[in-house]
């Protein structure tokens, strides 16, 4: 079966003064992908996420999206082209409640934030309590975000990203800093997530029972670029993730 490719990274470089954190870079992902990126602490997993999503500009490279070249376009810009992301420390409105976070999300990306118009009254509120329903936030709809546990501050700011109705979606360590129990509870919440509104998405993750569970297929990282790729089942048994990624 082949799928149509939603995104092309090639030959990424990006040096920060000697260190080569993106080292000719280039992965591929396939419309309804849902991919992991593994790899040792420093082997510049962040670093292509943030170039993928604008918030760094690679130094040679490109990277397209459905076809179209949005290299070192400016991170808003790249949400609007239809690119989501979350970040491994939630980004959050922490003295808002849950609604407003989505709905600052939304007015972010349309460019017509005007603090006159009450968030009350916003448009698309009919639209985010239906996916306050779908990620499972809905009966913390009206809490502070800074009152809430971790768990829930991580599927906010994922939520936040799925506002705007990304048709592929970045999420560094969506399951870090939560207990390893919740990790899964959260995972089954995202997919959902995912599968109902058909976004493909590629997340950096540590725990190797996520990968598994959750990707279709595994990139590995190291030394700024991907040295192995495949199905979870064969990279998690290849004796040199074995050695250096998951040994570590
Ligand atoms: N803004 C930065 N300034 C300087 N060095 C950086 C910066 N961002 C990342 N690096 C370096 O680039 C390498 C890759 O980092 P990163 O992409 O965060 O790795 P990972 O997410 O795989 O742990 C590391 O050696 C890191 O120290
Ligand atoms: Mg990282």
Known sequence: MTRTLILQARNLRLSFGGVA???????????????????????????????????????SGAVLFEGRDITGLAPRRIAREGIGRSFQ????????????????AVAAREGIWN??????????????????????????AHRIARELPEGMR????????????????????????????EKFAIMDIVVRALQHNATTA????????????????????SDGRISREGAPDEVLKDPYVLENVIGV
């Open 21 to 59: 954190a993106a080292d000719d870079a280039s992965l591929s992902i396939a419309n309804g992908q849902r991919m992991a990126i593994i790899g040792p602490n420093g082997a510049g997993k962040t670093t292509f996420v943030n170039i993928c999503t604008g918030y760094l500009k690679p130094q």
């Open 89 to 104: 420390l939630p980004q959050l409105f922490l003295d808002n409640t849950v609604m407003e976070n989505l709905l600052m």
């Open 154 to 181: 991580k599927l906010i700011d994922i939520a936040m990203a799925l506002a705007l109705k990304p048709r592929l979606i970045f999420m560094d360590e969506p399951t870090s800093g939560v207990s390893t129990t």
């Open 202 to 221: 590629v997340f950096v993750e540590h725990d190797m029972d996520v990968v598994s569970r959750y990707a279709d297929k595994v990139a590995v990282w």
């Open 115 to 140: 603090p006159w118009v009450r968030l009350e009254r916003h448009p698309k509120r009919g639209e985010m309590f239906e996916l306050l329903e779908v990620i499972g936030l809905i009966d913390v």
